[in-house]
């Protein structure tokens, strides 16, 4: 593995002033700060990388570090043992470096600002995803509605990604703007295709909004094409910050994580509360027909047939794509500017709290979910949606890695008919190998068990 062994930059833009509290923190290998900066740091050296494990990663680069040095006119970062890929003649990248520099903000601005104050209610979390995004420059008002979400799979075959690229020309065409994971595969396909679409339309400010966090970022490094990242402090204000700022939402396939993020926005469509949702569409090639068929198959038999009113399934026709969702882009404007909503962060969705609180998928709190069909539907879907996040940091995330290997897989139980239909969408995902990359070069080993299954 190429690194460069040393050298020193300055960040970008921000956080060029630090105080001392805050330096000794990032500085302090004993700090859990410095710990959190150091491996988002590595994260966002080693992107577009195809390692998707990241216990892996860390022990690829176990002597790799980034101290942070006082100078007159602010502050340099010292780095030493980074991975080779994000330098060009012995100098960094600066898309790079302006990601590095909001890793810096984000961290600092978090753990100075934001986890020091207590929350206790939804509102104050929703003022903290606000107050997050709004530090970060990516709300901003008096711009009308243009943001679209767009989730996926990073282990997709060529096909797909080609599929999503071309979308995002067709939804860039349309002047729209992207906001992805900000990884690999159907998270990066559309960010490029959008900006070919952006620069034949001269288009010079279209935006490429990644959003990610820390237990996520090692396993899905930031693309190259991401010029604004931010990263959130945990997957649950990652996902929110998503149906918040997005005016639309279009899920490319994948395996469990767009699972997850797609029963995290159902479990909020479904609730009683939300009147107005949020145009959602599934979008594939030709060759995902009947992986579509078999993820609507799952939400029915899961959610009842009445959650297919809340998206739309379209098979190829990239265009249809772009203009289904301009439409409803357009409906959004409309209905935001009827009922004087904000144009730029939807404070008006209600988000009920146990999608708002961490998820800790340890063993117990895994096997204590209710997977019950006499939920009330909206419970019931953030219920699987926590099943799917641990199966997710079992894949992928250091803390699921580790507590797996010590106490083996994930034991999932519930109704037998709802287990059956989450073994049957799993089971798909390892043979379509949608769970981890390189599962091409070796097996997949299971981090989960489901204790219960149908006859």
């Known amino acids: 593995m190429n690194k460069v062994a ?24 004993s700090a859990e700060l410095y710990q959190l900066f150091r491996d988002c740091s590595l994260a966002i050296l080693n992107t577009d990388s195809e390692q998707d494990d990241a216990e892996e990663i860390f022990k690829t680069f176990a002597d790799f570090d980034v101290r942070l040095k006082p100078q007159p006119r602010g502050v340099m970062l010292e780095i030493l043992n980074a991975p080779a ?52 420059g990516v709300v901003r008002p008096g711009v009308s509605p243009n943001l679209v979400v767009c989730w996926g799979g990073h282990s997709i075959p060529r096909e797909e990604y080609d599929y999503a690229k071309h979308v995002g020309y067709e939804l860039g065409l349309r002047g729209l703007d992207i906001i992805t994971g900000c990884g690999i595969g159907a998270m990066k396909g559309p960010m490029k295709g959008a900006a070919v ?85 599934f979008a594939g090639p030709e060759c995902c027909r009947s992986y579509f068929e078999t993820l609507d198959n799952f939400l029915r038999q899961c959610l009842g047939d009445e959650v297919a009113s809340l998206y739309k399934v379209i098979i190829g026709k990239p265009d249809q794509v772009g203009t289904e969702i301009r439409e409803a882009v357009e409906q959004v404007h409309r209905d935001r500017y009827a009922s004087q909503d904000a144009y730029y962060f939807n404070w008006q969705l209600n988000i009920d709290p146990i999608l708002q609180f961490p998820f800790v998928p340890t063993h117990d709190n895994m096997a204590a979910l209710k997977l019950d069909p006499a939920l009330p539907k909206h419970e019931l879907a953030s219920q699987i949606r926590s099943a799917f996040s641990g199966i997710v940091a079992g894949n992928v995330k250091t803390f699921g890695i580790r507590e797996v290997a010590k106490h083996g897989p994930y034991i999932i139980d519930g109704d037998p008919a709802i287990m059956q239909a989450i073994d049957e969408i799993l089971q798909i995902f390892v043979q379509e190998k949608r769970m981890k990359l390189g599962q091409d070069k070796k097996a997949y080993r299971p981090c989960y068990q489901l204790a219960k299954k149908a006859s």
């Open 197 to 281: 679409g952006h620069a034949k339309q001269q288009i010079k400010n279209g935006r490429y909004i990644g959003i990610s966090e820390p237990g996520i970022i090692a396993s899905e490094s930031p693309n190259a094409i991401v010029n604004e990242l931010v990263i959130m402090p945990d997957i649950e204000k990652r996902l929110e910050a998503f149906v918040r700022l997005g005016h639309a939402i279009v899920v490319f396939p994948g395996g469990v994580g767009t699972v997850e993020e797609i029963m995290y926005l159902l479990s909020i469509l479904l609730h009683p509360d939300n009147r107005q949702g949020i145009p959602l569409v």
């Open 85 to 136: 890929q994000s330098f060009v003649d012995g100098k960094i990248i600066r898309g790079i470096l302006e990601h590095l520099s909001s890793v810096l903000r984000d961290i600092v601005y978090t753990d100075f600002k934001i986890l020091a104050e207590e929350a206790d209610d939804p509102g104050k979390i929703t003022d903290k995803v606000f107050r997050i995004l709004r530090n970060a």
């Open 6 to 29: 040393h050298t020193t930059i300055r960040p970008v833009r921000s956080l060029n002033l630090l105080s001392q509290d805050e330096i000794y923190k990032l500085s302090n290998p």
